[in-house]
């Protein structure tokens, strides 16, 4: 992963985390149906030829096959591989078409192969700024003329948000990271607390605009996944309840192109077409 890669890192990271199951519950629940649902608006049809890259244990690459499409799933965590495979057997019929570990700046796939591409993890585990404009380089490289590139980030404002949120400010180790996020967006976490995330790099909305253009990419849209949603202090409550969650997604989906609510978002996903 190059030589200022935080792969040892995700690796221990990831070790003890799973990201599947944070993807099930809460506000991780509600970034992935927001996920999907932005997805299912602006893929191309079923059958389609996909690259999740950097998709973890294959929760969205599982969901795609599920839907129809040819899906290969590539990920730098060999855990997050096999942990994939094992969920791809046990769905027989739509399964993920490959699950192979790999980099996000060195796709082994050909020119002009692919109809979309997923970065949804990549873009925040790549630290340097060169580093992610190869992935969104690869991205374009792979993509067929109109394919489009789906690039998911964790805004600059996240840990400003979530520490006083949680009151995670109680913490001087974590008062000092998001002093850092705000400063610059290079997100560490010294002391390995796992609730602190790991070694990452979290974008201001206009970073994502800039590196998205700077490899080629036409930009289209900019959209927060979660809103102010996740910061709610009636979240839980109201997301337990049926017709409430209903409205909740409702008016999220009205309201998440608002440039004026980006900052809010604890992840913004900028697709762009080739």
Known sequence: MGQNSP??????YYGRFSEAKRLFQGAGELE????????????????????DIGGAAGVHALWLAGEGYE??????????????MKESKAQPGRRIASCTVGDAREISWPDESVDAV????????????????????????????????????????????????RDLVADPQFVAIMRQ??????????ANNPDYFTTTFF??????????????????KRIGIEGPAWL???????????ERR???????????EEPSLLGANAHIMGFARK
């Not at 899906?71 to 994939?84: M, N």
């Not at 709610?232 to 049926?242: E, G, K, N, S, Y």
């Open 71 to 84: 899906v290969h799933l590539i990920d730098p965590v060999p855990h997050h591989i096999d942990q994939a």
């Open 118 to 165: 997923l970065l949804l993890g990549p873009l925040y585990h790549l630290i340097d700024r060169s580093d992610r404009l190869k992935a969104l380089s690869e991205a374009h490289r792979v993509l067929r003329a109109g394919g489009r590139v789906f690039a998911a980030v964790v805004c600059r404002f996240a840990s400003f948000l979530d520490g006083f949120a």
């Open 7 to 12: 792969l040892p890192e995700m690796l221990e």
């Open 181 to 190: 996020d705000l400063k610059d967006g290079q997100h560490r976490n010294p």
């Open 203 to 220: 974008h201001h909305p206009e970073d994502l605009k800039d590196e998205i253009k700077e490899a080629g990419l036409q930009l289209e």
């Open 246 to 256: 209903v409205l909740l997604l409702e008016l999220l989906e009205q309201i998440e």
């Open 232 to 242: 709610m202090r009636a979240f839980p409550t109201l997301w337990d309840h049926p």
């Open 32 to 51: 992935r149906i927001r996920t999907q649902s932005i997805l299912k608006r602006y893929l191309p049809k079923p059958g389609a030829r996909i690259l």
